[in-house]
T-cell receptor
Framework: GAVVSQHPSWVICKSGTSVKIECRSL??????MFWYRQFPKQSLMLMAT?????????EQGVEKDKFLINHASLTLSTLTVTSAHPEDSSFYIC????????????FGSGTRLTVV | DQQVKQNSPSLSVQEGRISILNCDYT??????FLWYKKYPAEGPTFLIS?????DKNEDGRFTVFLNKSAKHLSLHIVPSQPGDSAVYFC????????????FGQGTTLQVKP
């Protein structure tokens, strides 16, 4: 089946530094990937839609300059949290759709970001 | 504006009984609905989905019911097993709108042996 690999699974960084999270579709090409964030005991909130070869589409309230998304190839999207602050600590998850006619979504295993 | 709502934060059932998880939505433009199972610190795992042209979809122990007039869907698990204990999220999508998913808040299901 379709597999989405997300790396790293957890990361601790200092305030003010930047962290990059990778999301790869291992056995299919994904023109569209999605980035979510989940705070403890809350829902998964869509942050942005990542489109291969073009700019990401951000949801309302998500800072584009803080959460940089790059989707340079059909199998890789990256999310960079710039100048991280403790309030950015969260669980970040990516997902991808294997095909246009297939509306099943495959999720990565998530990245736990802790900013100290 | 919470477009997808799961009003029960938790549910506890006995092994072998039926588990019913509920989900309501407000956006009548949603035309595809999904249920996911999630463990802490892991990504969601797809369980079952239903298109708005149907009112029921069944896959093994899992059945999803959709009531469009009430903007309500439910997931039935029967019989429930201890391994079903997890957080269950319903999600909705407009296929024509990039297909992005809007999630409910989740319901924690505990199945007691």
């Amino acid at each position: 089946g379709a597999v989405v690999s997300q790396h790293p699974s957890w990361v601790i960084c200092k305030s003010g530094t930047s962290v990059k999270i990778e999301c790869r579709s291992l056995d299919f090409q994904a023109t569209t990937m999605f980035w979510y964030r989940q705070f403890p005991k809350q829902s998964l909130m869509l942050m942005a839609t990542s489109n291969e070869g073009s700019k990401a589409t951000y949801e309302q309230g998500v800072e584009k300059d803080k959460f940089l998304i790059n989707h340079a190839s059909l199998t890789l999207s990256t999310l960079t949290v710039t100048s991280a602050h403790p309030e950015d600590s969260s669980f970040y998850i990516c997902s991808a759709r294997p095909g246009q006619g297939d509306y099943g979504y495959t999720f990565g295993s998530g990245t736990r970001l802790t900013v100290v | 504006d919470q477009q997808v709502k799961q009003n029960s934060p938790s549910l506890s059932v006995q092994e072998g009984r039926i588990s019913i998880l509920n989900c309501d939505y407000t956006n009548s433009m949603f035309d595809y609905f999904l249920w996911y199972k999630k463990y802490p610190a892991e990504g969601p795992t797809f369980l079952i989905s239903i298109s708005s042209i149907k009112d029921k979809n069944e896959d093994g122990r899992f059945t999803v019911f959709l009531n469009k007039s009430a903007k309500h869907l439910s997931l039935h698990i029967v019989p429930s097993q201890p391994g079903d204990s997890a957080v269950y999220f319903c999600a909705a999508s407009r296929i024509s709108n990039t297909g992005k998913l809007i999630f409910g808040q989740g319901t924690t299901l505990q199945v007691k042996p």
